[in-house]
């Protein structure tokens, strides 16, 4: 398999997160609903009761199923992508907007303020050869079209940051986001076809029925435009990554986080990892997908695949310890890839911390 080859050296898409929920609770101001609401729903074990739950597959249907899903607790559209600029310098991003419901009926009430769902949008740019992480995150409610979601065109925004479908044949996308002069225009346009995640698009986190969610991708989109860093506009091309994914429940009794990885190799193959890390092992339904570039698929589970935390790195503004580099072994493909930050900070701080950023593979 060329991906296990030596001498490679790839700049791989896109982003790993390592998100611990036991220490995201102690971050979270709770007099605030959307900041509750974000660390409350990753780790929510009894969500009220009205919410569909991801129990079974399901048939999707596209581009219906890239709009908003609101019988369900949480959902986000999560773009992630690397970039280079026409004089040489590397920019990853990533542009999520989460959809958070506080109700699964509509709330009845004269107030235009008062609305049954809360957005929550993130956006950054990896400025690879400065080190510097620029990031920024927004909240709104669908109130005097301040956030939302709307059909035909599909557009998925927080004022003026914005997830639009523009051509749902050619599965072509504008994502757009700017704060305190940072900020990126891009169009990208998909280069593989959308692909059903877990067991038909029903991505499973436990053993616990429902504890799943309805997760697709398009692995692989060309990205063209422009990002602006302070102080200058470059323009860039690139490579992205896209996941949408609903649930009403993420994680199980002693699942304490995950590690998410989304790769996308020089010999054209993509990859999707995540571990689920319970307090002393890896949870059996940790999940893993192969893309090789012929479009054959091989369904990763948790003994067939070995990740193994080479080096730390702790954030000097939170104390959290994150691991820094990784051992990734494929024993079934030959494969045995190191992962690496192109930089250590790229620490998300603000209503919950976590790690997320560029990496690149050998």
Same mark, same amino acid.
């Given at each position: 398999?060329?991906?296990?080859?030596?001498?490679?050296?790839?700049?791989?898409?896109?982003?790993?997160?390592? @998100?611990?929920?036991?220490?995201? !609770?102690?971050?979270?101001?709770? +007099?605030?609903?959307?900041?509750?609401?974000?660390?409350?729903?990753?780790?929510?074990?009894?969500?009220?009761?009205? $919410?569909?739950?991801?129990?079974?597959?399901?048939?999707?249907?596209?581009?219906?199923?890239?709009?908003?899903?609101?019988?369900?607790?949480?959902?986000?559209?999560?773009?992630?992508?690397?970039?280079?600029?026409?004089?040489? +310098?590397?920019?990853?991003?990533?542009?999520?907007? *989460?959809?958070? &419901?506080?109700? =699964?009926?509509?709330?009845?009430?004269?107030?235009?303020?008062?609305?049954?769902?809360?957005?929550?949008?993130?956006?950054?740019?990896?400025?690879?050869?400065?080190?510097?992480?620029?990031?920024?995150?927004?909240?709104? %409610?669908?109130?005097?079209?301040? !956030?939302?979601?709307?059909?035909?065109?599909?557009?998925?925004?927080?004022?003026?940051?914005?997830?639009?479908?523009?051509?749902?044949?050619?599965?072509?996308?504008?994502?757009?986001?700017?704060? &305190?002069?940072?900020?990126?225009?891009?169009?990208?346009?998909?280069? %593989?076809?959308?692909? @059903?995640?877990?067991?038909?698009? @029903?991505?499973?986190?436990?053993?616990?029925?429902?504890?799943?969610?309805?997760?697709?991708?398009?692995?692989?989109?060309?990205?063209?435009?422009?990002?602006?860093?302070?102080?200058?506009?470059?323009?860039?091309?690139?490579?992205?990554?896209?996941?949408?994914?609903?649930?009403?429940?993420?994680? &199980?009794?002693?699942?304490?986080?995950?590690?998410? *990885?989304?790769?996308?190799?020089?010999?054209?193959?993509?990859?999707?990892?995540?571990?689920?890390?319970?307090?002393?092992?890896?949870?059996?339904?940790?999940?893993?997908?192969?893309?090789?570039?012929?479009?054959?698929?091989?369904?990763?589970?948790?003994?067939?695949?070995?990740?193994?935390?080479?080096?730390?790195?702790?954030?000097?503004?939170?104390?959290? %310890?994150?691991?820094?580099?990784?051992? @990734?072994?494929? =024993?079934?493909?030959?494969?045995?890839?190191?992962?690496?930050?192109? $930089?250590?900070?790229?620490?998300? %701080? +603000?209503?919950?911390?976590?790690?997320?950023?560029?990496?690149?593979?050998?």
């Amino acid at each position: 398999m060329p991906c296990a080859s030596s001498s490679m050296r790839s700049l791989c898409v896109l982003f790993i997160v390592a @998100l611990a929920c036991m220490g995201i !609770a102690t971050k979270i101001n709770t +007099k605030s609903p959307a900041r509750t609401g974000v660390a409350h729903l990753l780790t929510e074990r009894d969500p009220p009761a009205g $919410f569909a739950t991801a129990r079974r597959p399901r048939t999707f249907e596209f581009p219906a199923d890239h709009s908003a899903h609101p019988r369900f607790r949480s959902e986000w559209w999560y773009f992630t992508g690397n970039t280079t600029s026409t004089t040489g +310098k590397a920019f990853g991003f990533q542009v999520t907007i *989460f959809r958070f &419901a506080l109700s =699964p009926q509509r709330i009845a009430s004269r107030s235009k303020w008062r609305r049954s769902s809360i957005y929550l949008g993130h956006f950054a740019i990896s400025d690879i050869d400065a080190g510097i992480f620029h990031h920024f995150e927004r909240r709104g %409610r669908p109130a005097l079209d301040l !956030a939302g979601t709307r059909d035909n065109p599909l557009r998925i925004w927080i004022r003026d940051w914005a997830i639009e479908l523009t051509d749902p044949d050619t599965e072509s996308w504008r994502i757009t986001a700017r704060e &305190a002069g940072v900020g990126l225009d891009l169009t990208l346009r998909a280069q %593989r076809p959308v692909t @059903l995640q877990g067991d038909r698009g @029903l991505s499973t986190k436990s053993a616990q029925a429902g504890n799943a969610s309805y997760y697709y991708s398009i692995p692989r989109l060309a990205a063209v435009g422009t990002i602006e860093t302070p102080g200058a506009v470059h323009h860039i091309r690139g490579s992205a990554w896209f996941d949408h994914e609903w649930s009403t429940s993420a994680l &199980a009794e002693g699942q304490l986080g995950w590690d998410w *990885f989304s790769l996308q190799l020089d010999d054209g193959s993509d990859l999707m990892l995540y571990q689920i890390r319970n307090r002393n092992h890896i949870d059996p339904a940790s999940h893993g997908l192969l893309l090789q570039a012929n479009g054959v698929r091989t369904e990763l589970d948790s003994q067939a695949i070995q990740l193994t935390v080479e080096r730390h790195w702790r954030s000097p503004a939170s104390g959290v %310890r994150y691991p820094a580099r990784w051992r @990734l072994t494929i =024993p079934e493909h030959d494969a045995v890839l190191t992962v690496t930050p192109r $930089f250590p900070d790229q620490e998300w %701080r +603000k209503s919950f911390t976590y790690w997320e950023g560029a990496v690149e593979v050998s």
